[in-house]
């Protein structure tokens, strides 16, 4: 009970922390407009990244980044990760290697002032919709031919399971079979704590891990449910093996 007192008044805090950081960088992302793509993208990646390191440092998010190196230099990716949170996509945003960009929820883009950013580094997508689908699978297409990432949330949506993953949706992976470009998963711990799905208006500080795992190749035979099942089940393994909750629970135990 103290617990959740205490983290809606923190709650209070971080927003006001994310709204007056949040219009402080509206003027050097507008300065970006005139700038051709993907020029434009790589612009705002670095005005993101100094706002987040700022905005992170003043709310208490510790950041740890494992994996760096598997972003190889002149290569881009269509990156997947998992999703618990809706600090997940501020946190890829600015902490992926290079210019990149999402595919969201038309809703985000509706909300008042932080829509305008939301937009601006997102693909929108309204899911009821056929043809908005197929226009942002053009668009994201398109992303991966200017050079730069493309993230995707394969879950859909924020996982309010008790498992590591929910079931994925096929879009990744048909346009990795479309485009031959190489998927890198992403698994990122310590969001759900920190910004519970199940709580609103909430927020805890604490420590967040992002690992950034070796890319998977597309051959030649590989089709979309094949890169599907095989990119779940290296998530899937891999987040089991490196969750630092667990770790910490198994040395504990008697003996460890």
């Given at each position: 009970?103290?617990?959740?007192?205490?983290?809606?008044?923190?709650?209070?805090?971080?927003?006001?922390?994310?709204?007056?950081?949040?219009?402080?960088?509206?003027i050097?992302?507008?300065?970006t407009?005139?700038?051709?793509?993907?020029?434009?993208?790589?612009?705002m990646?670095t005005i993101?990244?100094?706002?987040m390191?700022?905005?992170?440092?003043?709310?208490?998010?510790r950041?740890k980044?494992?994996?760096?190196?598997?972003?190889?230099?002149?290569?881009?990716?269509?990156?997947v990760?998992n999703?618990?949170?809706l600090?997940d996509?501020?946190?890829?945003?600015?902490r992926?290697?290079?210019?990149?960009?999402?595919?969201?929820?038309?809703?985000m883009?509706k909300?008042?002032i932080f829509?305008?950013?939301?937009?601006?580094?997102s693909?929108?997508?309204?899911?009821?919709?056929?043809?908005s689908?197929?226009?942002?699978?053009?668009?994201?297409?398109?992303?991966l031919?200017?050079?730069?990432?493309?993230?995707?949330?394969p879950?859909?949506?924020?996982?309010k399971?008790?498992?590591?993953?929910k079931e994925?949706?096929?879009?990744?992976?048909?346009?990795?079979?479309?485009?031959?470009?190489?998927?890198?998963?992403?698994?990122?711990?310590?969001?759900?704590?920190?910004?519970?799905?199940?709580?609103?208006?909430?927020?805890?500080?604490?420590?967040?891990?992002m690992?950034?795992?070796?890319?998977?190749?597309?051959t030649?035979?590989?089709t979309?449910?094949?890169?599907?099942?095989k990119v779940?089940?290296?998530?899937?393994?891999?987040?089991?093996e490196?969750d630092?909750?667990a770790?910490?629970?198994?040395?504990?135990?008697?003996?460890?």
């Amino acid at each position: 009970m103290i617990k959740d007192i205490l983290g809606r008044i923190y709650a209070l805090w971080v927003a006001i922390i994310f709204i007056t950081t949040m219009l402080l960088v509206l003027i050097p992302l507008w300065l970006t407009n005139g700038q051709p793509e993907p020029k434009r993208t790589a612009s705002m990646a670095t005005i993101y990244r100094h706002w987040m390191s700022v905005f992170f440092f003043l709310v208490g998010v510790r950041l740890k980044i494992y994996g760096r190196k598997n972003f190889a230099p002149g290569e881009n990716y269509i990156v997947v990760s998992n999703h618990n949170s809706l600090m997940d996509v501020p946190l890829t945003t600015a902490r992926i290697p290079g210019p990149n960009m999402t595919i969201a929820k038309s809703e985000m883009g509706k909300i008042p002032i932080f829509g305008i950013i939301y937009r601006r580094g997102s693909i929108l997508v309204d899911r009821k919709d056929p043809n908005s689908r197929r226009d942002s699978f053009l668009k994201m297409r398109q992303v991966l031919e200017l050079g730069m990432h493309m993230v995707i949330y394969p879950e859909g949506t924020r996982n309010k399971t008790n498992k590591p993953l929910k079931e994925f949706h096929d879009g990744a992976f048909r346009l990795a079979t479309d485009s031959r470009k190489p998927i890198l998963p992403v698994i990122i711990y310590g969001t759900t704590k920190m910004l519970p799905s199940d709580k609103s208006f909430y927020f805890w500080p604490g420590k967040l891990e992002m690992h950034f795992l070796p890319p998977l190749r597309v051959t030649d035979t590989d089709t979309s449910d094949d890169l599907k099942k095989k990119v779940f089940e290296t998530m899937w393994q891999y987040y089991e093996e490196h969750d630092p909750e667990a770790a910490g629970s198994r040395s504990k135990q008697p003996g460890l």
